[in-house]
């Protein structure tokens, strides 16, 4: 038997986590993470589980509205590094989420590690849920997440909330004395609409612009964000932060 992990969702932005206090029956742990998609609004979210489908049909099935084109129908917005561009999935009337402008059903999967936008077109609150089996010792001991020059969509890979400054990314971002010869680390804000900047001075750790002292900030579960990478490419590495499972 599988123990249940709880994650509920009370801001847009994350969700907290709510572990119930029972006897542990096995070593694996499954949970869901509730996230609010404002109405008609963007939330940058994230999967921090080993999800029980990773496909973007499986992850989101029944969940949010479909139309009969692109326009009509709430979206999945996923960054293509490469291109530098954003990929569409969005859910026709018969409930089939496709990869504009392909006119099958999609393959394309989102894993821990990696973000997306979820764009409501209703002008009313929706919650999406995200589930699967908690990241443990043999499936993601450590996280490892690349990071190209420019922009990355990234997230922290584990159903728990860290602070900013706990994050090992300090350890491989380029510093700098302003937040223009930085790496900045962007996140979403929904009520204003608007991206929040972090960056990594040369001494310290990661500030919010534009404040003079380190953050206080904290990714909540789920969070997803940009990363602007000014050097070259390289990989972020985290390790599971929680001893069980």
Partial sequence: MKKLLTVAAALALGVSVQAQTNQVLSRNAVGYARITAGATNLVLAAIPFNSFSNTIAGIFAGQLNGGITPASSDTILKWDAVNKTYVTFWKNNSG??????????????LRPGEA???QNKKITNQSVFVMGEVPDSLTLAT???AL???LSMASYSYPVSINMTNLSITNIA???I???SSDK???FDPISRSYVTFWFPNAGSIRQFPELVPTTNILAVAQGFFYNRLSFSTNWVEPKPYTWP
């Fill in 178 to 180: 302003t937040p223009a």
């Fill in 143 to 145: 996280s490892t997440v």
């Fill in 96 to 109: 089939q989420w496709r990869q504009f402008p392909q006119v099958v059903e999609t393959t394309n999967t």
């Fill in 185 to 187: 680390l962007l996140t």
């Fill in 174 to 176: 380029k510093k700098g």
């Fill in 116 to 118: 997306f936008f979820i």
């Fill in 148 to 150: 190209v020059t420019n």
